[in-house]
């Protein structure tokens, strides 16, 4: 079971100090026991659910599906037929709003004649019962007044009425892909709902359609306005260029005069002629760095056969050397080979420095020529700069201009062909129209509402069975109580009928049921108080609760009575309670002296016992009209003491009721004139933490609490508690089957 520290582990110690909360078997045990209000519920809740079903009127819901489709207006878009915008997916949510607008339904409204209708204007809502009680309370008003003649509402009127009614009834919602959307339409009339929600597609796609062809029209008109503008701005631009060169007595065009394409063919002579010399000086430089054979060269086919042979010699030459020495004439003669070789390389390369040089004097000279020429050029063209460039500058305005109005004339022709027209596509397609339905809303939801009404009474019921047994923070079992407070717990349980009610009221239902489960309770806690006479010569019983109406006088009553009369020990019964005296109005309502007086006397206490020779029992009775102020100082005197000495003396067991813990403190005072307790708790009432509160006060005394009783346990709920212990354990209890034993 699942507990909570409640803090009073200081006070109360090697006991339990958790308050302990139901576990899943406790809760199963408790719709156990309250199975019959869980069905009730669940069977309340599905009967309901179908009372509902049966009153609800019929209601059919057409849905068609439109998707906005963008190939076709990219097509056009791409093709220059159009420039239609497109309706992207986050533009889809706008168009729900747009399709359930007064805009789209009005024409609706108008095309089915709904205002003559009665669902949509006058009497749609006669068969609902808040509006027929509002129209009877509203006729009794008008009934007290005069009656004045009603004006028949306009036409204005109705439509705006028929337009709230086809709105209240019509669902535009996205589908889960994003570019479809579902309009569905609820009505009486399955075709009516078919038909509307129709006319509700067709009337957005011929607006969308209309839309388009009137954006179209407006764009063209502006379009046109602008071409109109631009032809006037280009005429006025070429008629500026016109007459500036008449003024300059200028002819042709600027930018095609033969100084401009003279100085652009010198500008790419010159380049060439810059590349050439560069090339020229670059060879020579070359050649003249050359001074040996190993040195780079030009490349020239003489020269590399010369120095192909002048290798080939070399490698011979040392080949001789190193076989007949460097003095023999073969060697001699090689190496003479090879110095021909040389001399006639070096002739060829001082003919090439020659002719490179003569090749770098021409090209510097043409490179000279030719930027001589374009300065020239270059200084005549500056004379006319400022002419010509003013002639460039409104020529370049002129081609803007002209360009720019060619262009509108492209686009205003391309506009004209598809305004009016009926190539101007609607942004979406129809993917499923409307068809009359043949269930209704309700039947198609009949097994979900059933499921919710009987899961909904089966919660109702859940409440009342832990309304009925409320399982948290409270003692509903002997484990719970062991486990809150560490002491043995005994179960008594309650008594239900009125006839053994009134026995335990006076203490002798143990003569009428002696085998029962609430005498054999008795008998454990009277083998408990023996055990405790037995090691420490306990003569007095306390027995205490914590709060009232726990039950401790019957607790008190029939444990004093079972002593007295089934066995030959000498029982006194007190009643020590100065506030309620229940214990004496029970069984000695006619005593006319008690506890109060016997203080008096102490020594005196014969005097004051009252006989009840039934139950073979003594008792001090406490008859007070009112309570007593001072309760507490008279039982914490010394005579006090007096008097449960002389009950020691007189009698084998004293058995004293007190005041509940948690209301006075009068049990203290008398706590230490006690050698054991019984402590009384309620079942399914008492809180926890007030019974670990109470213990935590009285920890002076924990160790002498002989048990804890678990006082009016119901019996059908202790049958389920303990339905582990099985049928026979509890079937033991029963006279009849106690006697055949």
């Known amino acids: 079971m699942a507990s909570i520290d409640y803090g009073v582990s200081d006070e109360l110690p090697q006991k339990a100090s958790r308050i302990v909360q139901p576990d899943v078997a406790d809760l199963i045990g408790i719709a156990r026991r309250g199975w019959f209000y869980l069905a009730a519920g669940t069977v309340l809740g599905l009967l309901a659910a179908y009372s509902v079903l049966l009153s609800l009127p019929p209601v059919y819901k057409a849905s068609s599906r439109i998707a906005f489709e963008r190939t076709l207006s990219r097509y056009l878009q791409s093709n220059k037929i159009t420039n239609e915008p497109l309706i992207d997916d986050y533009d889809t949510l ?432 009277w083998a408990l108080i023996n055990i405790a006479q037995q090691k420490s010569a306990a003569k007095v019983i306390c027995v205490i609760s914590s709060v009232p109406g726990e039950g401790k006088t019957t607790v008190a009553t029939n444990l004093a009575a079972h002593f007295a009369r089934h066995s030959t020990t000498r029982v006194l019964l007190v009643d020590a309670d100065l506030h309620h005296s229940s214990l004496t109005k029970r069984i000695a309502l006619d005593a006319k002296v008690g506890l109060k007086d016997a203080l008096a006397e102490p020594n005196s206490l014969s005097k004051y016992v009252v006989r009840k020779e039934r139950l073979n029992l003594d008792v001090l009775p406490c008859p007070v009209s009112d309570r007593v102020p001072n309760a507490a100082e008279l039982l914490g005197t010394a005579a006090m003491g007096q008097l449960v000495d002389a009950a020691r003396e007189a009698y084998d067991l004293v058995i004293i009721e007190v005041p509940p813990m948690a209301a006075v403190v009068d049990y203290k005072m008398i706590a230490r004139h006690c050698d054991r307790f019984v402590f009384v708790v309620e079942w399914g009432k008492t809180s926890q933490r007030m019974v670990l509160e109470c213990l935590k006060d009285a920890s002076e005394f924990l160790d002498r609490i002989v048990c804890v009783v678990l006082n009016k346990v119901d019996p059908s709920s202790l049958r389920s508690i303990e339905r582990y212990k099985g049928e026979s354990f509890h079937d033991y209890y029963s006279n009849e089957k106690s006697q055949k034993q």
Do not use: W
């Open 94 to 525: 706008g168009q729900i709003y747009v399709i359930s607008s007064e805009s789209i339904v009005l024409p609706v409204v108008k095309a089915l004649s709904l205002t003559s209708d009665p669902e949509f204007v006058g009497e749609r809502d006669t068969e609902k019962l808040g509006s027929r009680i509002r129209g009877f309370f509203q006729f009794a008003s008008h009934g007290l007044q005069e009656k004045t003649p009603q004006a028949v509402p306009s036409k204005e009127a109705l439509e705006k009425d028929a337009v709230n009614g086809v709105l209240r009834n019509l669902s535009v919602n996205r589908e889960d892909v994003a570019s479809v959307i579902n309009i569905a339409f609820s009505s009486k009339d399955p075709v009516k709902a078919s038909t509307i929600a129709n006319a509700v597609v067709e009337a957005y796609l011929d607006a969308s359609v209309a839309g388009k062809v009137r954006s179209t029209t407006m764009a063209g008109k502006v379009v046109q306005e602008r071409v109109d503008e631009l032809k006037r701005l280009a005429s006025d631009a070429e008629r500026a260029v016109l007459e500036y060169k008449i003024a300059n007595n200028l002819a042709g065009s600027s930018r095609n005069s033969a100084a401009a394409e003279q100085i652009a063919t010198l500008q790419s002579h010159l380049t060439s002629a810059r590349v050439a010399m560069a090339e020229a000086k670059a060879r020579m430089d070359r050649l003249a760095s050359a001074g040996s054979e190993n040195s780079f060269v030009v490349d020239d086919g003489l020269i590399s056969r010369l120095r192909s042979q002048l290798s080939d010699l070399s490698v011979r030459a040392n080949d001789f050397e190193s076989r007949v020495g460097k003095d023999h004439i073969a060697t001699v003669k090689v190496r003479n080979q090879m110095k021909e070789l040389r001399e006639a390389i070096a002739s060829e390369q001082v003919r090439l420095s020659g002719a490179f040089s003569k090749d770098y004097e021409l090209a510097r000279a043409r490179y000279d020529e030719i930027s001589a020429t374009m300065t020239r050029l270059m200084s005549e063209e500056g004379a006319n700069g400022d002419t010509q460039a003013k002639i460039r500058e409104l020529e370049s305005v002129a081609d803007t201009l002209r360009t720019q109005y060619n262009r509108g004339v492209q686009q205003l022709s391309e506009m004209g062909k598809v305004e009016g027209q009926p190539s101007v596509a609607p942004d979406a397609i129809v993917l499923m129209r409307a068809a009359p339905p043949t269930q209704t809303e309700a039947s198609k939801k009949r097994l979900l509402i059933l499921a919710g009404g009987s899961m909904l009474g089966l919660l109702l019921g859940c409440c009342f069975v832990l309304l009925k047994d409320f399982p948290f923070g409270v003692f509903r079992t002997a484990q719970q109580v062991t486990g809150v407070t560490g002491l043995f717990c005994a179960i008594l349980p309650a008594i239900e009928s009125v006839e053994e009610q009134a026995a335990v009221n006076t203490g002798e239902y143990a003569v009428i049921a002696p085998y029962s489960r609430f005498v054999e309770t008795l008998r454990s806690i």
